[in-house]
């Protein structure tokens, strides 16, 4: 079994808004002395499949990070990913809420 780094009281981060199809997707990266530590997705204020499904996404990808899988291995898994109701932000095609959240760990990635 992988060993699962516990989470400290006080990490640094940034969150991005960006726009889907369903409403506004707020995506929060936070970084530890390693590297990207969790990932957190709200979106907006709606409840219902679409937000439980992004949080549960999320908290997946927080776990797989602390136990030591590559940020870039979600990037290449959540794009692409299709729903029924894309839309743009900022000029640029979001096709689903995996898809804006692997762009936004994309841009972080590239930032670093």
């Known amino acids: 079994m992988a060993d699962v780094k516990k989470r400290p009281k006080i990490l640094?981060?940034?969150t991005h808004k960006v726009a889907v199809g369903c409403g506004t997707l707020y995506v929060s990266v936070n970084k530890d002395q390693d590297g990207v530590f969790e990932v957190f997705a709200k979106l907006g204020k709606s409840g219902g499949?679409?937000?439980c499904?992004?949080?549960?996404l999320?908290?997946?990808i927080s776990l797989g990070l602390r136990g030591g899988v590559e940020l870039k291995e979600?990037?290449?898994?959540?794009s692409g990913i299709h729903c029924s109701?894309?839309?743009?932000?900022d000029g640029e095609k979001i096709i689903s809420c995996p898809d804006a959240i692997s762009r936004?760990?994309?841009n972080y990635i590239r930032k670093d």
């Open 12 to 14: 640094e981060g940034e």
């Open 49 to 51: 499949c679409a937000a």
């Open 74 to 78: 979600y990037v290449k898994d959540l």
């Open 53 to 56: 499904f992004t949080e549960a």
């Open 104 to 106: 936004v760990m994309s």
């Open 58 to 60: 999320t908290r997946a």
């Open 85 to 89: 109701n894309p839309t743009f932000d």
